[in-house]
C-alpha cells in the first residue's frame, strides 16, 4: 500500500465465518456421517456414498403416499426436446430445451449437485411461455451427458463445458442469463468470471463463498511477505477490494496443500449420498434423500454434532469421557433426569429444518434414477425388495434402478479464485438463499454481493427466498420461478441487449453501429494468426481434389517408405493374403454393425 495512502475497507462483515468455524464444521460434517476420513479422490467419495447408503437405505420408511407422488411427478412432467451436442472439451451433453430458437433471450438452466436437466422440467416450460429460449444441459457426470475419465469435476470444468455448449450453438450473439443452484450456481460464477462479455445476468441461488476465511488466508500470505502473483505491496489490481489485508485473496499453503480447498473445508458440496447405490424403486430413491443425514446444512452441522453428542452421553455411550458423577442436591437430581428429554427435543427440532417435502424428493428421484421406459408406479422390479434380498441379490437381475451419476463423482472449487474473481464480475448479480436449513451463509452472501458491487457488476443483491429450503428447483420450483422472472424482468431486464456487454472498438462494431459479438471478440475462441497471406490461404483456402496422378504419386512414395518398390502395387489393396484384414471382411454380407 502506498504511504500515506489509508486502508483499503473490507466489505466483508465480522460475523462471516472464518478459517476455525470451517474447519470445526469439515470436523463435524464427517463426524455425524461416520466417515473416517474426508474424499479427497473419486475413489474415497464413491467409498464414502456407498458407506452412507449402506446406513441409510435399510432404515428409511415408504408412506404410502409416496407412491401416489410419484405417479403424479411421472404423469405430469411437461414435455422437453431432448437433444445431444459433441462440444470442444471432449465430452457429449445431452440438454433439454424450450422456446424458438431463434429467441435472443437465452436463459441458461444449471441443475445442482444429484440432479440432472429433467429438475427443470417445470420451470424451463413457464419460462417459454414467457418468451424466452431456455436450455438445460446435463453437466458432466450427470443425466446422460457424458463423464470425466480423469475425474475433473471442478466448478472451472463445468463452466469450461457449458461455454463450449453456448459457443457449440452460437448463443453468443446477445449476453446470456445464467440461473444456477448449488453446484450449478458455482459452475455459473466461474462462467460469469471467466467470460465476463457472455453472461448478462447470474442468478446464483444457494451457494456462496467464505469470505472471511479467504480474507484470514490472505492476510497469512501478507503477513508471509508472499504477495500473490509477485505483486508489490502497492500496487491495486482488479480484485485488490476483496481484503484490507491483502491486495488479492488467493489461497494459501499449508503442507503443500491449499487451506481453502473445497474438499477439505466444505466436504458438504462433494459428493451425493445417492450416487453409489442402487434402489428398488424410486420409492426407495425418494425416501432415501429424505433422510436428514442426506441434507445436512452446514449452518447446522455444529449444533446437530453437540446434540448428538449429548445424547449419546446421556444413554452411556460417549466414548472418551466418564459420566457426570451424581448429586446429592434433588434439584441438580431433577435437572439431570431433564436433560436428555431436552437433548431429544432439541435433535427432533434441528432435524425438522432438515426435512425436506416428499413431493421434492420425489421430484429429485425421477430427475437422478435412470428410469426404465413405460415406468408406471415408480418400480424397477414387480415388487419391493427388502434390504436382506438386496444384500443376497446384490444389485444383480431384480430390476433395482440406478442412478444416472458418476458414482466416483467428487466436486471441487477454488475458493479463494471465485472471490478474487468478484469485483470483475459485468452481469446483475443475484445471490438467492433459502430462509430455512440454507447451505448458504448470510453474511457471507452479503459480503459477495457487496464485492461484485462496488466492482464492475451491474447490480448486486443478495435476497432470502421466504418458506423455502435448499434444494429449491425440486422441493420449491414456483418460488425460484417467480424468483427468475423477477430478477429478469426487473433489476436485469436490461441483460440481453447487445450494447450492455459489448467489447472492442470500430473492429467490433456492425455497419449499423451494433456491437459485433464474434467469438474471437468475447474471447471465446482465438482468431487464427498467420505470419503471411500465403500462409492464410493455404489454412484457409479451398482444397483442392487430388488428380489421379498425385494419388499415384503419394502411393509410389509411400511403398518407398515401406521398403518396397515404387511400382509394387501387389500388397495395396486390402485382401485376406496381407494379413491385415478390416472386421468387416470377416463378416458374412448380411451382416451390418459398428467395428469400434
Known amino acids: ?18 478459517l476455525q468455524e470451517l474447519q470445526l464444521q469439515a470436523s463435524a460434517y464427517q463426524s455425524l456421517l461416520g466417515l473416517g476420513s474426508l474424499p479427497q479422490t473419486g475413489r474415497q467419495a464413491q467409498a464414502a456414498a456407498r458407506q452412507l447408503g449402506a446406513v441409510v437405505l435399510p432404515s428409511v420408511a415408504l408412506p404410502p403416499l409416496l407412491s401416489t407422488l410419484v405417479a403424479e411427478e411421472l404423469a405430469g412432467r411437461p414435455p422437453a426436446k431432448a437433444r445431444f451436442i459433441d462440444v470442444s472439451t471432449g465430452l457429449r451433453l445431452r440438454y433439454l430445451e424450450w422456446g424458438p430458437t431463434g429467441s435472443s433471450e ?22 417459454e411461455g414467457r418468451g424466452y429460449r431456455v436450455l438445460a444441459p446435463d453437466l458432466r457426470g450427470h443425466g446422460e451427458s457424458g463423464r470425466s475419465l480423469d475425474g475433473r469435476y471442478s466448478a472451472e470444468a463445468l463452466a469450461e463445458d457449458v ?20 453446484m450449478g450456481a458455482a459452475a455459473g460464477l466461474a462462467l460469469a468470471q471467466a467470460s465476463p462479455f457472455l453472461v448478462g445476468a447470474l442468478l446464483a441461488a444457494e451457494f456462496t463463498l467464505p469470505v472471511a476465511a479467504a480474507c484470514s488466508a490472505a492476510a497469512g500470505l501478507a503477513a508471509a511477505g508472499e504477495m500473490p502473483g509477485g505483486t508489490a505491496a502497492g500496487a491495486q489490481p482488479a480484485g485488490a477490494r476483496l481484503s484490507s489485508q491483502a491486495t488479492a485473496i488467493k489461497p494459501a499453503k499449508a503442507g503443500g496443500a491449499a487451506v481453502l480447498d473445497s474438499r477439505a473445508l466444505l466436504p458438504w458440496w462433494g459428493l451425493c449420498p445417492a450416487q453409489a447405490s442402487c434402489f428398488p424403486s424410486v420409492e426407495h430413491c425418494a425416501a432415501f434423500l429424505a433422510h436428514p443425514l442426506c441434507n445436512l446444512s452446514p449452518v447446522l452441522l455444529l449444533p446437530l454434532e453437540a446434540a448428538a453428542a449429548r445424547a449419546a452421553a446421556a444413554v452411556g455411550i460417549a466414548s472418551g469421557s466418564d459420566p457426570p458423577a451424581p448429586s446429592s442436591s434433588g434439584d441438580c437430581a431433577a435437572a439431570s433426569e431433564a436433560q ?7 435433535l427432533r427440532q434441528l432435524f425438522g429444518q432438515l426435512q425436506r417435502p416428499l413431493r421434492g424428493t420425489v421430484a429429485s428421484a425421477c430427475s437422478l434414477l435412470r428410469l426404465p421406459p413405460g415406468l408406471a408406479e415408480g418400480r424397477g422390479g414387480g415388487r419391493m425388495l427388502g434390504w436382506d434380498e438386496l444384500e443376497e441379490d446384490e444389485f444383480g437381475e431384480s430390476g433395482l434402478l440406478s442412478p444416472r451419476m458418476d458414482p466416483s463423482f467428487l466436486f471441487n472449487f477454488d475458493a479463494a479464485a471465485l472471490l478474487n474473481g468478484l ?17 448458504a451463509d448470510a453474511a457471507d452472501a452479503a459480503a459477495m454481493a457487496a464485492a461484485a458491487a462496488g466492482g464492475a457488476a451491474s447490480a448486486a443483491a443478495a435476497p432470502e427466498l421466504p418458506g423455502t429450503g435448499h434444494w429449491l428447483a425440486a422441493d420449491h420450483p414456483e418460488e425460484l420461478l417467480q424468483a427468475i422472472i423477477g430478477f429478469l424482468e426487473g433489476p436485469a431486464i436490461s441483460c440481453f441487449e447487445r450494447s450492455v456487454l459489448a467489447k472492442g472498438g470500430s473492429s467490433g462494431s456492425l455497419p449499423g453501429g451494433a456491437p459485433a459479438r464474434r467469438p474471437e471478440l468475447l474471447d471465446l475462441r482465438p482468431l487464427p494468426q498467420f505470419s503471411s497471406l500465403d500462409e492464410a490461404q493455404k489454412a484457409l483456402g479451398p482444397r483442392a481434389i487430388p488428380s489421379a496422378a498425385a ?25 485376406e493374403s496381407n494379413g491385415h484384414p478390416t472386421g468387416l471382411a470377416r463378416d458374412p454380407p448380411t451382416y451390418f454393425g459398428f467395428v469400434g
Open 163 to 182: 461455454k463450449a455448449l453456448i459457443v457449440a450453438l452460437d448463443l453468443y450473439v446477445c449476453p446470456l442469463a445464467v440461473v444456477g443452484c448449488g
Open 1 to 18: 500500500m502506498r504511504a500515506g495512502s489509508p486502508p483499503l475497507q473490507s466489505p466483508f462483515p465480522a460475523s462471516a465465518k472464518g
Open 423 to 439: 469485483p470483475d464480475l459485468r452481469c446483475h448479480l443475484h445471490l438467492a438463499r433459502a430462509a430455512r436449513g440454507s447451505w
Open 551 to 575: 494419388v499415384d504419386a503419394e502411393l509410389r512414395r509411400l511403398r518407398v517408405e515401406e521398403g518396397r518398390d515404387a511400382s509394387d502395387a501387389s500388397s495395396d489393396e486390402d485382401e
Open 340 to 346: 436428555p428429554a431436552e437433548d431429544a427435543a432439541v
Open 106 to 127: 437465452v436463459v441458461l438452466l444449471l441443475h445442482d449437485l444429484g440432479e440432472s436437466a429433467d429438475i427443470w422440467r417445470r420451470v424451463g416450460a413457464r419460462l
